[in-house]
């Protein structure tokens, strides 16, 4: 259901003829999710002239849901005074998402007259650092006393609901503001209007540390199924709830990483054809570059076989189609695997059991492409043979291919265990990282076999 | 936190000693997607101990959270009258998973035993095919009349939510089952008592028809931040709701799925270490076949340049590293516009504003990979180079390169769109297959650049 297309003419038309009823109507009526993306076709001053059709609170809301860069624009041209007061509005994870984006000197100017407990708010989640929980949760949750009847809850929660990111999960603390339960609403609804918020609320709770990676909030909130998952302090105490959209965002933007990273490029945070062009650049011929560097190798390997070479042509004439059999069977496992351990599939432990698992996979998927490199082989022509044994050339195909496919099955699913080991993520442990070292690799292993049969 | 290793020894202690007490408790004071983690490391037997703690309806919310394959283990054994009744306590999506996966003779007795209105509800979601909307979707979701006041909803909200997946969002529907509005149990609660439904309602809901595909239910429940969103048949009726918990669930899927398409995997549903090896080699060896077939053309290509080959040994040292710089590069495309088009940040009108982007990319790529090809093939040691001009050479293998990459990208940018506009999946046009074509065409590429320089 894309309203855009349909919206936005009629929407210039209002725009031109300061049509106030119906812009009105527009910027209240419709979700505040499609007014940011209707808004995205419009102009700095037009977006403008639309959103002051609705009160502060809206205007808010509609920031929230627009990408960063737009919100930078957006707000770059208004008043201090304004966008203060827009900041004040916004929920408390997305206007620290919008503060960070913003120059010095523009945060320099705005943030005093924000007023006090926003500043602080503001400034506290800026000090997480980026990618870890602190950074992604909220701070306006809703929390109730433990000893307060039910009843009376439901009425607490009635005036805390404006303010709150969600009021489907609410906190207990104890006096040190130490997280000690929870309840949702709708355990609430149900529950006698006479029993305590203690008697119904669970005792176990489960949280994350603040310092935890976003994953980590991720993968728990989808484990549980939850709406939201707590954050607390090193000690205890509750600071914050990360949400279900905000994981939904984190989950999406994971695996855009992992994807960019199978394609050899340094992860973009955003939009790359938004980017500059120098940017892009840099990004992507780090990778491409490391690569043909490594590359570079195959040409030491073949130089190293030279006098094979020479001697029989035909050899030559299957290394492109011996290396790339290592590359794709050793960027299949290395995906797989890499895949299953983000999928909580395969622990740190079960490396014997992946190995075992591999090398029947590596040699039975060797078998099968030796025994169409054998066909192909002996079908040589006379021309390219040179003398050389045509059925002798086949099996040495065939081994070649058996080989270096279980050996590039071996190294692919190696590898990222390896580099989970060491601390390094296992998906640079990708594609095109194994295909060039079992390349080279795969040069020395079929001459070897040459050597051995023909030469 | 994982509670797993920690309690693993306890509960089997517990179990052999048949400790009622402590297999009560941790049956029944665990989150039921803990417990059914902590019932993966226990046999089926053991399974059943510990779930006979706890009441039927907490028995069929720990199997919602347990993967497929174990439901089915465990159920398998059950007699059917059990079954049965577990099935009736089940969501209503979780159920429907399940009996598509049991075996047509376990089905076939079930069934009959499941009370009537299960039984249609079963059969109904049965119906949906695989992906769409209809079969992720759940049936137990709330309603409320338009003209019921706020304080006589909640109390309907109350009695509903028993057997509801979830009461957060409340839709209105008109006599004809047709979706007319929606309200949050947010909006109902700080709503005033005597308030109307009908006054407090969003008119506008955001729906997604019943044969849609499951990732635009999600892509939309994403967009607009929703806790579920309905789906409706094609008279505008409701017939159910996909929640957020089963859109993680989606997302998570496609992110596999796109990662293994890369891999030249044909998907995997699930675990794929738990799969026989027979199914695993099926899937991994198409791809790998297919590849290894089309890059037999390597071969040819070769062949085809055999009187250059024999004539400067030292070109054809130099041929894995210019077809991997095709492959590197086009791959690096293919991934980016992909995941570009996945995201929606490029649409299928955009090829003129890509294509330009990645012929920029394209060159200034090649230039910087070619200056690297230049100082190499420039110091290549007089005993490979036999005769041949150092410098010459150098510039053949850097023009081939830079040339090579512009391909490489131009393709992998192209082919992803091509697929789309041809209907098929753009993931396919992938890593693995465009690294192939890459190849082949890279060859004719490099030689018939020597050809005009040194030959």
């Known amino acids: 259901m894309t309203v ?46 639309l959103l002051d059709h609705a009160d502060l609170h809206r205007q808010a809301e509609v920031f929230s849901y627009l990408p960063l860069e737009r919100q930078v624009e957006l707000v770059s041209g208004i008043g201090r005074e304004r966008m203060s007061k827009l900041i004040e509005a916004m929920p408390h994870d997305s206007r620290a998402e919008l503060v960070r984006r913003l120059s010095p000197e523009i945060v320099e100017e705005l943030l005093p007259l924000v007023a006090k407990a926003d500043r602080e708010d ?13 950074a992604v949760m ?66 176990e709770v489960i949280s994350v540390p603040i310092d935890a990676d976003q994953d980590e909030a991720a993968r728990q909130l989808a484990k549980y199924d939850f709406l939201a998952i707590p954050v607390v302090d090193h000690e205890g105490r509750l600071v914050g709830i990360v949400t279900h959209d905000d994981v939904m965002d984190v989950v999406v933007e994971e695996a855009t990483e992992e994807a960019q990273r199978m394609a050899s490029v340094v992860p973009f945070g955003e939009d790359y054809m938004a980017l500059p062009i120098i940017t892009v650049w840099r990004k992507r011929s780090v990778w491409l570059a490391c690569l043909f560097i490594a590359e570079l190798f195959t040409f030491s390997a073949l130089a190293h076989f030279e006098d094979e070479f020479g001697k029989i042509i035909a050899l030559s004439l299957f290394v492109p189609l011996c290396i790339s059999t ?22 740190p432990h079960d490396w014997l059991r992946v190995m075992r698992h591999e090398l029947i996979m590596g040699v039975i998927l060797g078998l099968t492409l ?31 291919v058996a080989i270096i ?5 071996l190294v692919g699913s190696l590898l990222p265990m390896i580099f989970r080991r060491l601390g390094f993520d296992p998906g640079y442990a990708s594609s095109p990282f194994v295909a060039t070292f079992v390349d080279v690799t795969g040069i020395v292993i079929y001459f070897t076999i040459a050597k051995i049969y023909l030469l």
């Not at 503001?122 to 602190?134: D, M, N, R």
């Not at 044994?389 to 195909?397: G, N, P, Q, T």
Request: include cysteine; charge should be negative.
């Open 4 to 49: 855009n297309p349909l919206i936005l003419p009629d929407l210039r038309e209002m725009l031109s003829e300061r049509d106030d009823a119906g812009l009105a109507q527009i910027a209240n009526d419709l979700h505040p999710a499609m007014l940011a993306e209707i808004t995205e076709g419009l102009e700095v001053e037009e977006t403008w002239q």
């Open 122 to 134: 503001i400034k506290k989640l800026l000090t997480y650092p980026e990618h870890s929980a602190g």
């Open 138 to 203: 909220t701070t306006d949750y809703a929390t109730l006393p433990a000893n307060m009847t039910v009843a009376d809850a439901i009425a607490e929660v009635r005036h805390q609901a404006p303010n709150r990111e969600t009021i489907y999960y609410l906190y207990v603390l104890d006096s040190d503001r130490k997280l000690i339960g929870s309840v949702s609403l709708r355990n609430l609804i149900v529950a006698k209007p006479a029993s305590l918020v203690s008697d119904i609320m669970d005792h």
């Open 326 to 347: 290592g590359g794709n069977s050793g960027s299949q496992a290395a995906t797989l695997i890499t895949r299953a351990m983000a999928l909580g599939q395969i622990g």
């Open 370 to 400: 030796g025994a169409i490199g054998f066909l192909r082989a002996a079908a040589t022509p006379a021309s390219v043979l040179a003398g050389a044994d045509r059925w002798m050339l086949a099996l040495v195909i065939a081994q070649a």
């Open 405 to 409: 496919c279980l050996w590039g099955t």
